[in-house]
């Protein structure tokens, strides 16, 4: 056996480091997307994805979502690849990544789809029980949709801050006459 399929042999006996690689074949995540993240070398992967768990198999994303609502081998599998179908590939680099993973483009991906998994819980709360699991899903979500939007408030406050505090250091030219046209008496600060 050569290395590559040595190393997919070892993933496929532990039960995290399987359910993290299946999670990431599952969303289409290229191998060597998964080796700069859980640094496996890309081949591993391969030999993996040709030995263990094809994602070609899946015909489509209902194929991959009902595989993922399905899938009951252990609760942390189930989890990481409900999770996976349901946000996508960029809310599952971050969070094996532990934001490592995270740039500008990928959180705002990431904030967008718990805004909307958050909106579409919510509107099926409304038909259900004040108590009943898909409410507390929903207020989970709604909870995790706040902290996103937050955080976005924080930027922009960031930036507006830094936008302000650049303008009051900037020389004021307008007090130039040669600049403005105006004479310095006839503006009014």
């Known amino acids: 056996m050569g290395p590559a399929v040595t190393k997919a042999y070892d993933l496929y006996t532990h039960t995290y480091k ?18 700069s993240i859980v640094k496996i070398d890309a081949t591993a992967t391969g030999a993996y994805a040709h030995l263990f768990f094809d994602p070609n198999v899946f015909e489509d994303e209902l194929d991959r979502i009902e595989y993922a609502y399905t899938y009951n081998r252990n609760d942390y599998g189930t989890e990481l690849k409900r999770m996976a179908v349901d946000l996508g590939k960029e809310s599952l680099k971050i969070r094996i990544s532990r934001g490592a993973a995270s740039t500008a483009p990928t959180a705002k991906m990431v904030q967008s789809e718990i805004r909307a998994t958050a909106y579409m819980l919510a509107a099926r709360a409304k038909t259900n029980p004040i108590d009943s699991d898909i409410s507390r899903e929903a207020r989970a979500w709604a909870q995790l949709a706040l902290k996103a939007s937050e955080h976005d408030e924080e930027e922009t406050v960031a930036a507006g801050v830094e936008e302000i505090t650049m303008a009051l250091d900037a020389k004021d030219e307008t007090t130039n006459d040669e600049k403005s046209g105006l004479k310095a008496e006839d503006i009014i600060h």
Not at 22 to 27: G, M, P
């Open 18 to 35: 399987r359910e993290v690689i299946e999670s990431f074949l599952l969303v289409q995540v290229s191998a060597t997307e998964i080796e």
